[in-house]
């Protein structure tokens, strides 16, 4: 696909059970981004991937949120014992490097509920 | 404090209106500055994109960055009901480094 496409698109999860959250970036970008989005907030980074390397991860909230892009495309988040206040839209962006300006294109974004 | 404020708003204005987005930061290693639209239930879309200090236009949008002031704007002329959308303002450091969004200011055009 032309886009960043991320799946589901929707996620209803008990509280304690492990969900994992999908994202294809487009194809060729080198860096991928997860925000996590709060209702009525903007998105706060999580971790950011450039290829298989995990470079920064300083966002995960607690060691309960892994993210892993084993072959430096398709990248999975994966969130263990979901608590309540895990409930967010949670937001894939790749780019390119493109000289002095790069963009980051988003995905629709997964919608975690946890009840 | 937040390194990045903006105000939430909803903004409400009739169509043809000029709309002023405002955002203020703390941060002075931030020197890339963008503005993006995020309609309800989809990802947010670049609208605007500054490096450093200065004045861009694109069609009805103008962004502006005042790093004395640490204040970037976005201005929409003749506001159209398709503008209707959260605008959230994002800064780095660097040129591929992560975003640091505003909370994101709710606006709605109306006919």
């Known amino acids: 696909g032309a886009g960043v496409s991320q799946s589901p698109r929707y996620k209803v999860a008990k509280r304690g059970q492990d969900v994992a959250l999908r994202c294809d970036p487009i194809s060729g970008h080198v860096s991928l981004f997860w925000y996590q989005q709060a209702l009525g907030q903007g998105p706060e980074f999580l971790t950011y991937?450039?290829?298989?390397?995990?470079?920064?991860k300083s966002g995960l909230p607690s060691d309960r949120f892994f993210a892993e892009r084993p072959e430096g495309s398709v990248s999975t988040l994966k969130i263990q014992r979901t608590q309540q206040e895990d409930s967010a839209v949670y937001l894939c962006?790749?780019?390119?490097?493109?000289?002095?300006?790069?963009?980051?294109?988003f995905g629709q974004g997964t919608r975690l509920t946890v009840v | 404090q937040k390194e990045v404020e903006q105000d939430p708003g909803p903004l409400s204005v009739p169509e043809g209106a000029i709309v002023s987005l405002n955002c203020t930061y703390s941060?002075?290693?931030?020197?890339?500055f963008m503005w993006y639209r995020q309609y309800s239930r989809k990802g947010p879309e670049l609208l605007m994109y500054?490096?450093?200090?200065g004045n861009k236009e694109d069609g009805r949008f103008t962004a502006q960055v005042d790093k004395s002031s640490k204040y970037i704007s976005l201005f929409i002329r003749d506001s159209q009901p398709s503008d209707s959308a959260t605008y959230l303002c994002a800064m780095s450091a660097g040129n591929t480094d992560k975003l640091i969004f505003g909370t994101g200011t709710r606006l709605q055009v109306f006919p």
């Open positions: 991937f450039q290829n298989e390397a995990q470079l920064d």
């Open positions: 500054t490096y450093s200090s």
């Open positions: 962006a790749s780019s390119i490097p493109q000289g002095a300006r790069t963009e980051a294109f």
């Open positions: 941060n002075s290693a931030f020197q890339y």
